[in-house]
């Protein structure tokens, strides 16, 4: 990282009196030069996102010359968001969308165009693009140089397609597995996920955010914040989160990566505590901009200006919900549907509701996007010499899907499979490309896959592949109704994969859910369908051994079949190249090493995550009040299996006292005890023993993945800062507390203690 540009400086900038990103002198020239030259009805354009429908002619491939003049000449719009079609289409297609939007920008306004794509796990819509495992695998790997390979790809392949920003990376934590966009996050960890993304927001848009070149992308992190913990487990409902659990847990990814130099940043749909973030100032205002010194630009998600009064009703109309968005620290309305947004703003303005100096600091910021991005120089450029789809990036996201599939169970050693044996392939998910895939694959919801994925190989496929074509049969058994909703299931046909399992040695029975995203994925009941579990019961009853493959967006309940299966395997969305993954992995030729982001769930009240309070899992009373609150879970945080062994020994730390300012480097050894090659992930955990707060069991303070032979051994080493530590007390103030903390990896832990309690006067560390 290049640290004079994105390490807080010293200036006078916001209440904390520090800069998230260091300014560039002369894009600050340039920015108040073009301001300067701009009347209000330029400047609400440039405030304003459009759907590209609003400019495509009536076959949605192809721009209408005389929707682009209104758009951008009349009303002045400055960027546009989504792909023709509403699916993937080739690179050079989408780079000639662009130039035209460009030509027609640069010649009205002398303002380029900004124009942005959803690139959540690869070039999505790119129909040549590298897709990796979804982030819910991405983080699996607990790897970060996966991350690192995966942004690479997702910023040299989108600046292919003249895309210079991309809506990405997803950061919401994952903490109710009911959430249809579960499969979107790292997982429920906020340490995890706020060094995922930081390494994600670098490896898109490199190591200097003012100088954006031409194998990077702006970025623009979301959902702003606790998207992912709605009350009700549906998609865009609201969300009831404490101050101190916000400020601890759900900020902490946003600010790393704003730290790590975020340029943008999308606000989540819903509501916190009864206010919609999207006109929350404290939220917006004042945490980010103020708080962490940040000129980077915010930006609505899909029509949400418009829920302020037709949904959340805080606003009467449009011109007052947009007076409420933009003063509470929105600079860019995501309004997909009516340019007429334009003159709603205009008005709020005129009305006296918005002060022209909230509008001249959102222009500025959105401004000095387009500067950073060098778009006003290059608001287009030659593509010719990029090379889509290049082997160094099928090579990682190859090893990327093997890294992401966890193995949950291997009773009596059933796997690997040896060459020879008779396999059954089963389930609905067994030969689906759109199941390993997920949604925002090529399209929205992931359907439409079969025109994009004849290459590739389903998990049939490639067990065919890998064990014999003679070996390998597929009788579905239970199959997704295409025609229909994502959940829908066509009428059970369990005798004849009962009749075809008889002649198979193995069972390998692939269940889980079809593709979706977003309200679309909403569900009553995390159960997995009863069709499918009747599929596995039926199987059982004929004795053949049944290797069960979990291939979902999130943890469906299975804890009734999870007890008939020899094996268990969640491959979750490891996308394109999940099904030779999962070959290599069943065929020995490749190692687990995954390990689950999230805490698997037994039952659909038991939603729980490994960072509880300490007091939920204790009896703290007798007689008739001795409540037995335990939550059990079907597999816990972290829980992963191998084809090898791992012993940990000799854990140690250079200092058993410490106080805030501390870096605290902590040594543990690990042997390979097996037979094979692997790869583990050493994960520290803290624990508080004692805290002015209930404390948490654990949390993950650091981890590291390191590859050792047969016998071979490490000392692996993890730096933990003292603060922390810290955790934000019911005052709402930081606080690192005088006492004593074990740390654990693996089977080891070491006792340390703070000499001395601190406690932070500002809003962080």
Not at 352 to 374: C, E, F, H, T
Not at 466 to 485: C, L
Not at 493 to 520: T, W
Request: with cysteine; aromatic share 8%; proline share 4%.
């Amino acid at each position: 990282m290049a640290a004079a540009a994105v390490l807080a400086a010293a200036v006078s900038c916001g209440r904390a009196g520090r800069t998230a990103i260091v300014r560039d002198a002369e894009i600050e020239r340039k920015v108040e030069a073009t301001l300067s030259g701009m009347t209000l009805d330029d400047k609400i354009g440039q405030m304003v996102q459009l759907a590209i429908t609003n400019i495509l002619d009536e076959s949605l491939a192809k721009i209408d010359t005389n929707k682009l003049n209104t758009v951008i000449g009349t009303y002045r719009v400055g960027s546009i968001l989504n792909v023709a079609r509403n699916k993937a289409n080739p690179a050079a297609a989408t780079a000639d969308l662009v130039r035209e939007m460009q030509r027609v920008s640069m010649r009205e306004l002398g303002i380029p165009c900004l124009y942005g794509l959803d690139m959540i796990h690869g070039a999505s819509y790119l129909d040549e693009g590298t897709l990796f495992p979804q982030e819910i695998g991405m983080a699996a790997t607990f790897n970060l140089e996966a991350v690192r390979a995966m942004g690479t790809a997702i910023g040299y392949e989108s600046r292919a397609a003249l895309v210079p920003w991309v809506f990405s990376p997803v950061m919401d934590l994952g903490r109710n597995a009911c959430w249809s966009r579960h499969w979107e996050s790292w997982g429920e960890d906020p340490y995890l996920s706020g060094e995922m993304s930081r390494v994600l927001v670098l490896a898109d848009q490199g190591e200097d955010p003012n100088h954006i070149d031409k194998e990077h992308v702006a970025t623009s992190i979301k959902h702003y914040m606790a998207y992912g913990v709605p009350l009700s487990g549906k998609d865009r409902t609201p969300a009831y989160v404490p101050y101190n659990e916000l400020r601890e847990r759900y900020f902490h990814p946003f600010k790393e990566s704003i730290e790590a130099g975020a340029l943008s940043l999308m606000v989540n749909s819903a509501s916190i505590n009864g206010l919609p973030v999207h006109a929350n100032r404290e939220l917006l205002t004042g945490w980010l901009k103020e708080d962490l010194g940040w000129d980077g630009m915010i930006i609505t998600d899909w029509a949400d200006v418009n829920n302020l009064y037709k949904r959340e009703r805080v606003a009467e109309d449009k011109v007052n919900a947009l007076a409420l968005a933009v003063n509470a620290g929105i600079d860019m309305i995501m309004d997909p549907y009516d340019v007429a947004c334009c003159a709603d703003l205009k008005k709020a303005v005129e009305d006296g509701l918005v002060p022209m100096s909230r509008i001249d600091d959102a222009v500025r910021r959105i401004l000095r996007l387009k500067y950073r991005l060098n778009l006003f120089d290059e608001p287009t450029w030659d593509t010719s010499g990029y090379e889509l789809y290049r082997e160094d990036f099928i090579a990682a996201a190859k090893q990327a899907a093997i890294e992401s599939e966890v193995l949950l169970k291997n009773e009596d050693g059933i796997l690997p499979l040896a060459q020879g044996t008779r396999i059954l392939v089963t389930g609905p998910c067994g030969n689906s490309m759109r199941t390993l895939g997920g949604g925002w694959n090529y399209t929205w919801q992931g359907s439409k896959v079969d025109e994009f994925t004849e290459s590739y190989n389903t998990i049939f496929e490639a067990l065919a592949a890998k064990f014999g074509a003679a070996n390998v049969r597929y009788v579905p058994g239970v199959a997704f109704n295409e025609a229909g909703k994502w959940y829908e299931e066509l009428s059970p046909e369990i005798p004849a994969a009962v009749a075809a399992a008889r002649q198979a040695d193995v069972i390998v029975a692939c269940v889980g859910e079809n593709s979706y995203c977003e309200s679309p994925g909403n569900l009553d009941d995390l159960t997995l369908s009863e069709n499918q579990r009747n599929l596995v019961k039926a199987l059982y009853q004929t004795g053949k051994p049944i290797v069960l493959i979990l291939n979902e967006g999130r943890p469906r309940v299975v804890s009734d079949i999870e007890p008939l299966a020899k094996a268990v395997v969640d491959v979750m969305l490891p996308g394109n190249f999940g099904g030779d993954a999962l070959a290599e992995l069943l065929s020995g030729d490749a190692n687990f090493s995954g390990k689950l982001p999230f805490t698997y769930p037994r039952a659909v009240n038991d939603l729980h995550t490994y960072d509880y309070k300490v007091s939920e899992l204790v009896k703290t009373m007798g007689g008739m009040y001795d409540y037995d609150a335990k939550m059990e879970v079907q597999w816990r945080f972290g829980d992963g299996l191998s084809y090898t062994t791992f012993a940990y020994s000799d854990m140690s730390v250079d200092k058993t006292e410490f106080v805030s300012g501390d870096i605290l480097t902590v040594s543990v050894k690990v042997i390979n005890t097996g037979s094979v090659a692997g790869k583990e992930s050493v994960l520290l955990f803290s624990s508080d023993l004692v805290a002015s707060l209930v404390p948490d069991n654990r949390r993950l303070r650091a981890f590291d993945k390191i590859d050792l032979a047969p016998g071979e051994s490490k000392v692996v080493e993890l730096k933990l800062p003292a603060d922390d530590l810290a955790f934000v007390g019911y005052d709402g103030l930081w606080r690192l507390e005088e006492g004593d903390f074990r740390l654990a990896a693996g089977s080891e832990h070491v006792m340390v203690r703070c000499a001395r309690t601190k406690v932070w006067e500002t809003p962080n560390k």
